[in-house]
């Protein structure tokens, strides 16, 4: 069982910049990938960001690609989404996610991850 907790969330002018947070406890975060998702009112969920277990492996969301990085710490237990050139568009609650997977592989589907955050809001003013 892990157990995820998301922080770093808040009100941003557009153009500035937040780093998310998301915690993990629980078994041995290491060994599981890792994802953003996020979700606008009105809107379906949808894939932000997602790094495998090492680190090494990573992919983005083309709405985001250049803008926001996803990192991770893995001697911390530790996920982050460093988010910079914020639009309003980003404007949602954004969710961390972790899933056991192969050594290269994250997952971009919803359904393939087992543990997820509570979420934590982001607002983007114009």
């Known amino acids: 069982q892990v157990q995820l907790v998301e922080s770093g969330g808040g009100l941003v002018q557009a153009g500035g910049s937040l780093r998310l947070s998301c915690a993990a406890s629980?078994?041995?975060?290491?060994?599981?990938?890792a994802a953003w998702f996020r979700q606008a009112p009105g809107k379906e969920r949808e894939f932000v960001a997602a790094?495998?277990?090492?680190?090494?492996?990573?992919g983005y969301a083309d709405s985001v690609k250049g803008r926001f990085t996803i990192s991770r710490d893995n001697a911390k237990n530790t996920v982050y989404l460093q988010m910079n050139s914020l639009k309003p568009e980003d404007t949602a609650v954004y969710y961390c996610?972790?899933?056991?997977?192969?050594?290269?592989?994250?997952?971009?589907?919803?359904?393939?991850?087992?543990?997820w955050g509570q979420g934590t809001q982001v607002t983007v003013s114009s």
């Open positions: 629980g078994r041995t975060f290491s060994s599981y990938a």
């Open positions: 996610a972790a899933a056991q997977a192969g050594y290269y592989t994250y997952y971009t589907q919803d359904y393939k991850y087992s543990y």
């Open positions: 790094i495998n277990w090492s680190g090494a492996s990573t």
